[in-house]
């Protein structure tokens, strides 16, 4: 940028026109060219901000979302695990005489014995929807716990991370990436080489 005027006398330091030389005029021109401040690096920063800002949301998001999916899996499994099915009805509770049972108590005794079998086999085909509930979402968490981290390291507004510490997490989220669409078989597979 040219910084002195057309006639060689004056010259913009960057905030006020002075006299190109010594022996020039000891105050500016009334009509001094004007030279217009290139305001733009404050713009982009902004910009820069914001995108740092969206990509931060974005990364949290994902990774909130992945954990909470882990939680609900854990939820379920629990809940497949130790939920208690129904009572079974005991004979013993349906003889009143203590003399074994007799065509009265025999049909009490089936029609909640019945009963029993519904709510059994409810609880059963509740505790496997709750097992397929678990695999489901702990199949599905990590993959958005990895797309955070995947936001994270390839995120070009980043200002905390050196390429170091990227490189490190990528090499992480990888290893990641690996045991949930591997079950760990590329790790093993390259940690096995040699071995033999």
Known sequence: MNNVSEDGQWMY???KWVPSNT???ATPKKNAPEISVNNSGKK??????????????????FILIGFIMMVMSAGYS???SYTEGP????????DTDKNGLEPGEIENFTKD???YQDLQEKH?????QDTGNAVYWASIGPGFIILGLLV??????????????RITMMIGTLYLLSNMLFDGGAINFIAGIGTE
Request: glycine share 8%; hydrophobic share 30%.
């Open 23 to 25: 022996n020039g005029p």
């Open 124 to 128: 059963l085909k509740d505790r496997n």
């Open 13 to 15: 330091d960057g905030s």
């Open 44 to 61: 982009s920063e902004r910009i820069s901000e914001v995108g740092w800002w969206i990509s931060q949301g974005v990364t949290q998001f």
């Open 78 to 80: 629990h809940s497949a």
């Open 87 to 94: 009572e079974v009805p005991d004979q013993n509770d349906y």
């Open 152 to 165: 994270f390291c390839l995120n070009d507004n980043s200002k905390e991370m050196s390429n170091s510490l």
């Open 113 to 115: 014995f019945e009963i």
